[in-house]
């Protein structure tokens, strides 16, 4: 056990650090209220400076244009990011999910032809796995795809998709076979989304914003140089970039968290309760010191996890843990920023009295979804009964 | 940047597993809880054998000059067996006082019969308000002399000399000595004595400032914490296994979610309490900035989880928990006695509050 960083780890910092303090954008404070259409040129330009330094996609193989970055280093370019409060990257899910996805299983001429294009925002990707009767139960998805010569005829419809008004390409799961059990008959297809057929629409989330859609597919021709994987092994193709989004999402939020709850406790400097700052209120101090704890127990956890994961090579369903905790304990801290704002955390960025520009009634909100995205939590805790502790299925 | 442990750490945890498999099963520990003290010579002596009397303190005491971590791990492996006896109160609080605050002198006389195996000690902290807070603590001596009372003092019984904390300082005092009164309390955890020690005119010799108490009292904090997080995951070993077995409406219980999601929970809460223990540990033997914090943070989860896991295995085995012939509610009590000593989770939130919310330096960031 060797919390200190290595020598490699500190060069690494200290050149995304330094990297980063020259480039980062002055001015995100300005767009970052502004709806994601509006801000979404401003997000892709500076994924395409963060490419244009090698910075776009660290962890991925030093040919595919990353810097094969190990996950403590990739931890470290979080912290970075979050340090300097970096905009996000426009091109999330190509980065984080898809892209690797791509490289493990696609063809040396699908690399060729996405990957660039994913890590220059050129690109953007969204992900079509979920469907008005296949949520949680993913593998029961009706979206089908027939053979007709060169193409597969997609036809059906996805729900939820982030991205997937701006999405120039979609990672989308069809079923190729009906006939077998129904994790065997699925296949993955890469799908342009201005192909002739398909049709997005905007669905409304509750925080009021249009982040995800539904998408229908009628007659879709997709060319089958455009399969990802073998036919009818879309399942593992499928999980292998759920694995992504359960297993190292986490190490993006933590420094996000970490602000959180640090400006949450500036906050309470300045509140004033019972005639004395919320700071001094006994019963808010302890709330505040336990989701502080929460936060550091978060991170020490997704450590563990990143040592074990070097160690033997793969993340496991231990990647359930971390989905579990994150989501539940942004609810807990959303809900206490409520609790020390008062009558002022239900204020939307409208109003010019909200705190933080309306970030907190945002935070509260938008934490619904955290629990259901990316696998709900009775999904992981099944996951964990199961795969991590060996009791029976369920279901 | 490495979380895991290295070779001769898994070493170090699987021959103390083995160890305690041997040498201290459940039915032993039953045993020794029906006695008057829970001291066992025979095992203590085999626990010195394998040097983990010593096992931090420096080689020239007779110890083994192992690290904090090290001592965790073994901990983690004595609160899985449920470990009887003044291991704790001797080697981890005493031992680690001695070793931190006393003159080489008094090290040559006191630590290395501990390392030995030869001798057994103990601290008296919490006076009668039962407060883990240095402000409140009052025993004064004067002149070379305690008056007054100590309670909630661990294995006083057994104790060659108890290590008492006063407003003065910290002193030694020997078991034997004249105008010592030593009583049982009647504690949940039958497995770890408790008692109030009294004085009246007792001799007392001075160890050190009572200011020098914060770091053995950081390493016992932690220690405790690892001992918890053992019978945690025992905790959970035995549910699963139960949840596996159990049959009712012709199914294991373990298919039905209300069960499984308690024991995803139950190994969620345990995961991250071994996280927050191992990092607490690493950050008292490299004295990171944060070091106080860790620590806090560590005794509060593991206050709150271990509770926690302890009720969701109860729930879990239904009627059969309720029996005395269950071991869970062995670990349950243990836990709710360890829960309290060294500080709650109340306690070590505040204190967390004052490291953090107070103190404008937020030590995050640098962690
Ligand atoms: C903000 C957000 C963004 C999203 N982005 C995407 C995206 O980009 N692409 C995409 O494909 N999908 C996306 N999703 C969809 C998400 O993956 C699904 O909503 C999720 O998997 C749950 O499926 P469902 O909505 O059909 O709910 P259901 O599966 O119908 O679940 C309803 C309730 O039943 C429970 N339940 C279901 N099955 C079980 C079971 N076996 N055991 C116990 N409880 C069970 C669930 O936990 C839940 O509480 C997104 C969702 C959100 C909220």
């Keep these: ?395 | 940047m490495q979380f895991g442990l290295n070779e001769s750490q898994e070493f170090l945890r699987d021959s103390a597993r083995k160890f305690f498999a041997a040498e201290c099963p459940i039915a032993e520990v039953r045993r020794l809880m029906e006695t008057d003290t829970a001291f066992d010579a025979d095992l203590w002596s085999k626990l010195s054998e394998q040097g983990y009397t010593g096992i931090i303190f420096p080689e020239e005491f007779g110890g083994v000059g192992l690290g904090i971590v090290e001592l965790v791990l073994l901990m983690e492996e004595a609160g899985r067996a449920l470990l009887p006896g003044p291991f704790f109160s001797t080697v981890v609080f005493a031992g680690s006082l001695l070793d931190s605050l006393a003159t080489k002198e008094q090290r040559r006389k006191y630590l290395a019969p501990i390392c030995r195996g030869e001798a057994r000690s103990t601290v008296a902290f919490c006076e009668p308000q039962g407060s883990w807070d240095l402000a409140d603590v009052h025993l004064t001596a004067t002149n070379g002399k305690l008056n007054g009372e100590k309670l909630f003092v661990p294995d006083a019984a057994v104790a060659d000399w108890i290590l008492v904390a006063a407003r003065n300082g910290v002193f030694l005092v020997d078991s034997k000595a004249p105008g010592i009164g030593i009583e049982r309390m009647h504690g949940m955890d039958l497995t770890r004595r408790l008692y109030s020690v009294q004085f009246e005119g007792t001799p007392a010799e001075k160890l050190g400032e009572i200011a020098g108490l914060a770091r053995p009292r950081a390493i016992a904090t932690v220690a405790l914490a690892a001992e918890m997080v053992g019978g945690m995951q025992r905790t959970l070993d035995i549910t699963v296994e139960y949840a596996k077995t159990r049959k009712q409406f012709g199914k294991p219980i373990g298919m039905f979610q209300a069960v499984q999601h308690q024991c995803a929970d139950m190994y969620l809460e345990t995961e991250s309490a071994r996280s927050a223990v191992y990092y607490a540990a690493w950050a008292l033997q490299h004295n990171a900035p944060d070091a106080a914090a860790a620590v806090s943070i560590a005794k509060l989860y593991l206050s709150d989880a271990s509770r926690s896991v302890g009720n969701r295995g109860i729930q879990v085995h239904g009627g059969m928990g309720f029996t005395w012939e269950s071991d869970l509610h062995l670990y349950y009590r243990r836990a709710k006695a360890s829960e309290t000593a060294l500080g709650d989770a109340t306690f070590h939130r505040e204190r967390l509050a004052r490291l953090t919310i107070d103190a404008r330096a937020v030590s995050a960031e640098k962690a």
């Design chain 1, 1 to 395: 056990m060797d919390l200190n960083l290595t020598p490699g780890e500190v060069a690494f910092r200290d050149e995304f650090r330094a990297w980063l303090e020259a480039n980062v954008p002055k001015d995100w404070a300005e767009w970052r209220e502004k709806p994601l259409e509006e801000s979404f040129p401003y997000l892709r330009a500076w994924q395409r400076k963060l490419q244009e330094g090698g910075w776009a996609a660290v962890s991925w193989p030093k040919e595919y244009g990353g810097r094969g970055a190990t996950l403590m280093q990739q931890a470290i370019f979080w912290e970075e990011m979050a340090r300097l409060e970096a905009p996000p990257m426009a091109n999330a899910l190509g980065l984080g999910l898809i892209g690797p996805t791509i490289i493990a299983y696609g063809t040396d001429a699908q690399k060729k032809r996405f990957i660039p294009k994913i890590l220059s925002a050129q690109e953007i990707w969204c992900q079509g796995f979920s469907e008005p009767n296949a949520g949680s139960d993913l593998a029961a998805l009706q979206t089908e795809a027939r053979r007709d010569n060169g193409y597969y005829v997609v036809n059906g419809q996805k729900v939820w998709t982030s991205y997937g008004w701006v999405g120039d390409w979609c990672e989308l799961v069809v079923r190729t076979d009906p006939t077998v059990p129904k994790h065997k008959g699925l296949t993955v297809l890469l799908v342009d989304m201005k192909s002739p057929g398909v049709e997005v629409r905007p669905l409304r989330q509750m925080t009021g914003e249009s982040e995800f859609n539904e998408i229908f597919f009628r007659d879709v021709r997709v060319a089958v140089e455009n399969v990802l994987g073998k036919v009818n092994d879309g399942w593992n193709v499928a999980v292998s970039t759920l694995m992504h989004e359960r297993g190292a999402y986490g190490a993006r939020l933590i420094p996000i968290f970490k602000r959180n709850i640090n400006r949450l406790i500036e906050l309470s400097r300045k509140i004033q309760r019972h005639g004395q700052p919320a700071a001094q209120d006994p019963v808010l101090r302890q709330k505040l010191a336990q989701c502080y704890a929460e936060v550091e127990i978060m991170r020490l956890n997704q450590l563990r996890a990143f040592s074990r994961i070097t160690a033997t090579g793969a993340p496991g369903p231990e990647g359930s843990i971390q989905k579990l905790f994150w989501s539940e304990l942004n609810q807990r801290l959303q809900q206490l920023a409520q609790e020390m704002l008062g009558p002022y955390g239900q204020l939307l960025a409208s109003d010019p009295r909200a705190v933080d520009q309306g970030l907190w009634s945002y935070g509260y909100l938008r934490s619904r979804g955290n629990t259901i995205e990316a696998g709900t939590s009775e999904i992981q805790r099944n996951i964990i009964g199961h795969f991590v502790l060996g009791l029976p299925r369920s279901y």
